[in-house]
């Protein structure tokens, strides 16, 4: 499942980049980070991506499921962590979106 959980954060951080763009993954002890420099996620809406089958009118027409981020909170509250969101790049344009799983077991 953990592996799953990393390949949908890294796809998710993949998907909506640009060109070009970059994305950093962060390991430590019961952390994983995944963030990226695409559009990010507004922050009225980040609690809502999380939703089973939730997907940003953006992202309607591009492929997907909206499942991947329901999994990746899903995973980490089966290991006794959350999922929280953040732009990766405050104040920037476009601020990318920060992904942080913490895990407890």
Do not use: C, K
Not at 26 to 53: I, K, M, W
Not at 67 to 91: E, N, Q
């Amino acid at each position: 499942m953990l592996r799953q959980m990393l390949a949908n954060l890294i796809e998710n951080a993949l998907t909506p980049g640009r060109p070009g763009g970059a994305i950093r993954i962060t390991l430590r002890p019961g952390r994983l980070e995944v963030a990226d420099d695409g559009p990010g996620v507004p922050a009225a809406e980040r609690g809502r991506v999380l939703d089973r089958f939730y997907r940003l009118d953006r992202s309607r027409r591009s492929p997907g499921t909206g499942l991947g981020l329901a999994l990746v909170a899903a995973v980490a509250r089966l290991h006794g962590g959350a999922v929280t969101l953040a732009d990766a790049r405050p104040g920037a344009v476009p601020p990318g979106l920060t992904v942080r799983a913490s895990l407890r077991r």
